[in-house]
């Protein structure tokens, strides 16, 4: 199990397992993520970052010419690089092992997780994260209620997770921060910690629901549909009658 694929069933079970099967494809644009992995491969390593330039020239330049220059997207990015770059307290904060894979056994089901940057010594990890708008609402489909950026990406979970992996992997307890940086033109930036309260019952959240989430995954339980995500309305039949004074409204 990753966090990514137990983080999509959390959100519709019928479409993490269509998505899984092959069935599914998500109609969302490459970009951010592209935008994401060109930061992240900036700060592990200069040949990295040289390596994945030369990956996805496509994408990242012009025409896929790097003579004509990049396209506006990672014209942000390089802003979101730069205003952490030149950061004394990141460049103090951001030191460690970067990209270390973790793995671990959590309740009977096994997990693998990546760390951005491990600090054993300091006792500390950090996650790198790019988003819209650090103080920006956003909307959650399936509980029809906004949040932040920190929940709707279920980076508190994936920072839960980690530890639990990194104490398996090393026998330490570490401390998560996430350091946000944003895509507006003037990129805002952040360091969050994460209450261990929190930590704690994410992990035991956890605990109860992946034993089920595994099941859908085998085949042995039937996923549940949320019925309003993109999937099922693509397959949504319709079954029943509705009075129109009992419409919903999210
Ligand atoms: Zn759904």
């Known amino acids: 199990m990753s966090k990514s694929v ?11 397992l269509a998505k899984l099967n092959g069935e599914f494809e998500e109609q969302r644009s490459q970009i951010p993520l592209l935008v994401g992995n060109y930061l992240h491969s900036y700060f592990e390593s200069e040949e990295s970052h040289d390596q994945f330039l030369e990956e996805h020239q496509k994408e990242i330049y ?5 003579e004509k220059g ?5 014209k ?5 690089i730069n205003s952490l770059a030149n950061e004394d307290s990141f460049n103090k904060v951001y030191q460690g092992e970067k990209e270390v894979i973790v793995t671990g056994e959590i309740e009977g089901i096994n997990w693998k997780g990546k760390i951005d940057c491990l600090n054993l010594d300091r006792g500390i990890f950090l996650d790198l994260k790019t988003v819209a708008d650090i103080h920006g609402k956003y909307w959650n489909e399936s509980q029809h209620q ?3 950026f920190a929940v709707h990406g279920g980076y508190i979970l994936q920072m839960a997770i980690y530890q639990e992996l990194i104490k398996q992997t090393f026998g330490k307890v570490c401390q998560p921060f996430i350091i946000a940086v944003s895509k507006q033109d003037i990129p805002d930036k952040a360091i969050f910690s994460i209450p261990q309260s929190i930590l704690d019952s994410e992990l035991e959240s956890l605990e109860m629901n992946q034993d089920h989430i595994a099941n859908v995954i085998n085949g042995e339980e039937k ?5 309003k995500c993109d999937y099922c309305r693509s397959t949504k039949e319709l079954k029943e009658i509705t009075s129109i004074m009992d419409i919903q409204i999210y």
Do not use: L, Q
Request: with cysteine.
């Open 76 to 80: 942000v990015a390089d802003r979101m």
């Open 62 to 66: 012009k025409y896929g010419n790097k």
């Open 70 to 74: 990049i396209k506006s997207d990672f």
């Open 146 to 148: 906004y949040e932040t």
């Open 6 to 16: 137990y983080f999509d069933f959390k959100k519709c079970e019928a479409k993490a």
């Open 223 to 227: 996923p549940k549909r949320c019925e």
